[in-house]
Every structure is written in C-alpha cells, then in structure tokens.
C-alpha cells in the first residue's frame, strides 16, 4: 500500500463520490478508481460499494477508514515536526473529551490554549467513551481525558481528578426521596436512566463496579440515552433517576430542576486522568496540551468552579509525565 492510497480513501469517504474526490485531489477520476481497484485487490476485500447516489463504505470499509484517518494524521504531523525549530511549540494537536466531562472543562480549555499557546491548533472532540478508545489506539487522537479502563499494555493513564457520584432525581417524582445522604440500596432501588453500556466508561461501569464490589445487584435500566443532555433531560421529566458526577448537573440543581443526593459510601467516585498511546510519538505539541490539560482541571478545582471535584497532587507533574 502506499500513502497517497490511504489519502485517497479518506478523500472519497468525506467527499461521498469518486468525481467530488478527483477534483478535491486534482487527479484524473479514472485514475482515482484505478487506485482504489488496486487497494482493495492488495487488501482482498471490497471497501466502497459504487452507485449513481456515490459510495459507502462497506464493513471492511469502515475499519480500514479509521486506520487510514490516523495514518494520514500522523503523516501531517510528522512533516510539521520536522518544519518548526526543536523547542518551538506549534503544530495541531487532537484532545478528546467524553461527553461527561465537556461540560466543566471544554471552554476553560480552549480559552487557556488560545492564550497561551497561539501557534497550537487544538482539535477539541467531544465524544462517546465507546469511540474515544478506539480513536485514541488507532491515532486519531493525541491525548484524551478518560477513566483507567483502556488497557494498559497500548495506553499509559496519569490521574488528575476524583469526583464523586451523585443521586439525581426530579423533585415532581412521586418517589422523590427526603433530603440528606442516601444509601447505595436506595440510590439503585429504581430503575435508573443511564447510558449504554458500549459507552459507559466514565459513568456507567464504574457505578456498576462499586455496586458489584458492595454485593450489591447491577442496577435495573429505566432507559439508555447517550446524551449527557438529553438524559439530563429524561431524569427531569420523570422518566427516571440517574446516578452521575455532580458536576455535571449543577446549573439544574441550583434552578431546582434536579435534586441531588450524596450517597453513602466512599468508593462512590470516579477518577479521570490523562490518557496516551505508548505507540505515538510526543512532540512539543502535544506535551505542552498535556500539561495545560492538568492545569486548567487544578485551577478549575481550587477555584470550586469543577463543582464536586479534587484535584490530584501533583497535578503539573503528572501531565508533564504523561506527555514523555
């Protein structure tokens, strides 16, 4: 295979047709499809079904598509690197976000990248965890905010910040329950509203962790929403109660939309940190993004602007550790 093929690729998947890709690429059509022909004869599978609307992709299409966006990313960054001075901190750089922690330290971020680092062009994806991995393995993404649960053999895991879980419910539900601390029993005693469990990483399995840990039963499902706000949404409008990081609720459960309860128990929390592949190389780039990453979630922490969260000594060290 060569490199030009995997670009093409890509251009004719964003593009939907063989003719808008030719003239994106300023090549031949003809040629174009010849290059694909010998692509899927080197790989031995068919990778876009043709019509008069366009292509798709077929299954084996879809897997080679993801490769081939990390691929040709990792080439890009490799000609920037060799461009700019060795201590110069430019380039792009790709961060992924799970939808769980966006909403405290998405804005934050890009603020403080912009001010600090102007020839860095942050790339901000805010994904569904069960993407974010993948994305992370295959080098789509330079560095990602994420519970420790990729694996440990392709993904090096630096902590930077404990939250704990809280009980949320409508404060209209029937079975609201009084205020104060709850335990485990009665924060599960209900069917909850959750995400899926594809995508449930920083959530969803960690609660079902701690429940398992406790003896207590996985807990039963009202429904599975892989939207922070439209779950948000859901638990307000009484389709059930959910169990999340406080965080994440805050603005409805000061308008008094959302009632939340601590609940009983110590290992009731969830740790994020910053995630990297062992496999990439690290430019200026991408360590100056990890350790303005442990900053930004220290300062949001001390300031009390991160509603429920600690922040992790060392902080600083720990992202300048993750990005060698």
Known sequence: ????????????????????AAQQLFIAQSALSKQMAELESELGTQLLLRSRN??????????????????????RDAKAAVHVAAESVAGSVVAA??????????????????????????????ELTGNMADQLLRGRVDVAMFSPTMPEEDIRFFPLVEEDFVFLDSPQSPHAL?????????????PLVWPA?????????????????????????????NSV??????????????????GLAQREVQEGRLVAHRIDSPSMHRTLGLCVSVHL???????????????VVRDLCESGQWAGARALAPVKSAAKTAAK
Request: proline share 7%.
């Open 1 to 20: 295979m060569e490199l030009r093929q995997f670009k093409y690729f890509v251009a004719i998947v964003d593009c939907g047709s063989l003719s808008r």
């Open 54 to 75: 366009g292509v798709a992709m077929t299954e084996a299409g879809k897997v080679f598509y993801e490769y081939a966006q990390g691929i040709t990313k990792q080439v």
């Open 97 to 126: 976000l799970p939808q769980s922690v966006s909403p405290m330290i998405a804005l934050p971020l890009m603020r403080a990248a912009a001010r600090r680092y102007p020839d860095v062009v942050l790339h901000l994806n805010e």
């Open 178 to 190: 009084p205020p104060g601390d709850v335990s485990i029993a009665q924060a599960t005693a209900r």
């Open 197 to 225: 469990h594809a995508h449930g990483h920083c959530t969803r399995w960690l609660v079902d962790t701690v429940l398992e840990q406790a003896g207590h039963p996985a807990a039963r499902v009202a429904a599975e929403i």
């Open 229 to 246: 706000y439209t779950l948000k949404a859901a638990v307000e409008a009484g389709l059930g109660p959910t169990i999340m990081p406080f």
């Open 281 to 295: 190389p690290t430019t200026n780039a991408k360590r100056a993004v990890c350790t303005l990453i442990g900053d």
